[in-house]
């Protein structure tokens, strides 16, 4: 009887909590699909109007948006190969011990917590500048013609800037994993003889299964919607080349102000955000459930 007076007094406690994160989400969600079926340009507000799927049909078949799709497919995949690889390198070599190990750890992780319009301005104006840039400079003192980053590789620039901005999530999380290894299984290994792939194939790599398939699900979550980084040094260009879902988004509704069919791009992202969170939301299960 008292367990389920407390557990009555606990929901009531968090019910306002609920409220308000139910009417943080639900209604914006509620005005997006709204505006989504009307013909809403703000710079034509008396010719609004109700026209059902129209912005739908429209933004699907947009050919940026097939651009945005590959795009986005493109920035997601290449930053979760890069910060799993280089997260999972990082942990190994902040597992070992080593002089100043607490500031190099502090060094490693500190790029997550930058801003990513800060971190995109550092990478465009101090970096990746072609003129007075660091690799510009690193370039010329071997007698080499500097890139142009953003106009020559304009998704490889987004790519390592959110990259660099991702690693340090990954490393936090792998090596944490590193650190509830079981010092059993290490002294066990090394009395069989094992040898450092050996024990890194067989040991380490298996007790990283699981918090490696917990960074790709919640990186994967995130990297749907990069935009800061995009408006801040390409501006979705050099013409469609870096242009991703979240920034053709951004397109039809500040730019071309066409707020119905950016409502409906809104939709179509929250939809592929959620099928691919189901997806990986199973693939983590099963993880856990092996």
Same mark, same amino acid.
């Given at each position: 009887?008292a367990?389920q007076?407390?557990q009555?007094?606990g929901r009531i406690?968090?019910?306002?909590s609920?409220?308000v994160?139910l009417?943080w989400? #639900?209604?914006p969600?509620i005005?997006? +699909?709204y505006?989504s079926?009307?013909?809403?340009?703000l +710079?034509?507000?008396d010719?609004?109007?109700? #026209?059902?799927f129209?912005?739908y049909?429209y933004?699907?078949?947009n050919p940026?948006?097939?651009?945005?799709?590959?795009?986005t497919l493109?920035l997601?995949?290449?930053v979760?190969?890069?910060?799993?690889?280089?997260g999972?390198?990082?942990?190994?070599l +902040?597992?070992?011990? #080593?002089f100043g190990?607490g500031i190099?750890r502090l060094?490693?992780i500190?790029?997550?917590?930058i801003?990513p319009t800060?971190?995109?301005?550092?990478?465009?104006?101090?970096?990746m500048?072609?003129?007075?840039g660091f690799f510009?400079?690193i370039?010329?003192?071997?007698?080499?013609q500097?890139?142009?980053?953003?106009?020559q590789?304009?998704?490889l620039?987004?790519?390592?800037?959110?990259?660099?901005?991702?690693?340090?999530f &990954?490393?936090?999380i792998?090596?944490?994993?590193l650190?509830s290894?079981d010092?059993e299984?290490?002294?066990?290994a090394?009395?069989?003889?094992?040898g450092?792939?050996?024990?890194f194939?067989w040991?380490v790599?298996?007790?990283?299964?699981?918090?490696?398939t917990?960074?790709?699900?919640?990186?994967t979550?995130?990297?749907l919607?990069?935009?800061?980084e995009?408006?801040?040094?390409?501006d979705?260009?050099p013409?469609?080349?870096?242009?991703?879902l979240?920034?053709?988004?951004?397109?039809?509704?500040?730019?071309?102000?066409?707020v119905?069919?950016a409502? &409906?791009g809104g939709i179509v992202?929250?939809?592929?955000?959620?099928?691919v969170?189901?997806?990986?939301v199973? &693939?983590v299960?099963k993880?856990?459930?092996?």
């Amino acid at each position: 009887m008292a367990t389920q007076k407390s557990q009555a007094i606990g929901r009531i406690a968090i019910a306002p909590s609920v409220a308000v994160l139910l009417v943080w989400m #639900i209604v914006p969600l509620i005005l997006t +699909l709204y505006f989504s079926t009307l013909r809403y340009n703000l +710079l034509y507000p008396d010719r609004t109007g109700f #026209i059902g799927f129209t912005n739908y049909t429209y933004f699907v078949t947009n050919p940026a948006f097939t651009t945005a799709i590959v795009n986005t497919l493109v920035l997601v995949g290449s930053v979760l190969v890069i910060t799993v690889i280089l997260g999972s390198l990082l942990a190994l070599l +902040l597992d070992q011990p #080593i002089f100043g190990q607490g500031i190099v750890r502090l060094m490693v992780i500190a790029p997550f917590f930058i801003m990513p319009t800060v971190s995109a301005l550092v990478w465009k104006n101090l970096l990746m500048n072609p003129v007075s840039g660091f690799f510009a400079w690193i370039a010329k003192s071997f007698g080499l013609q500097p890139i142009d980053w953003f106009a020559q590789a304009p998704m490889l620039s987004v790519i390592i800037i959110v990259a660099w901005q991702w690693v340090p999530f &990954a490393t936090l999380i792998i090596f944490t994993a590193l650190q509830s290894l079981d010092l059993e299984q290490k002294e066990a290994a090394e009395m069989d003889g094992a040898g450092a792939f050996s024990f890194f194939s067989w040991i380490v790599l298996p007790h990283l299964a699981r918090p490696i398939t917990v960074v790709i699900m919640i990186e994967t979550i995130f990297l749907l919607s990069v935009f800061a980084e995009i408006r801040v040094t390409t501006d979705g260009g050099p013409g469609q080349a870096t242009t991703n879902l979240a920034y053709l988004v951004f397109q039809q509704a500040i730019l071309n102000t066409n707020v119905g069919a950016a409502s &409906a791009g809104g939709i179509v992202a929250v939809i592929l955000a959620n099928v691919v969170a189901f997806f990986l939301v199973r &693939a983590v299960g099963k993880n856990l459930d092996t």
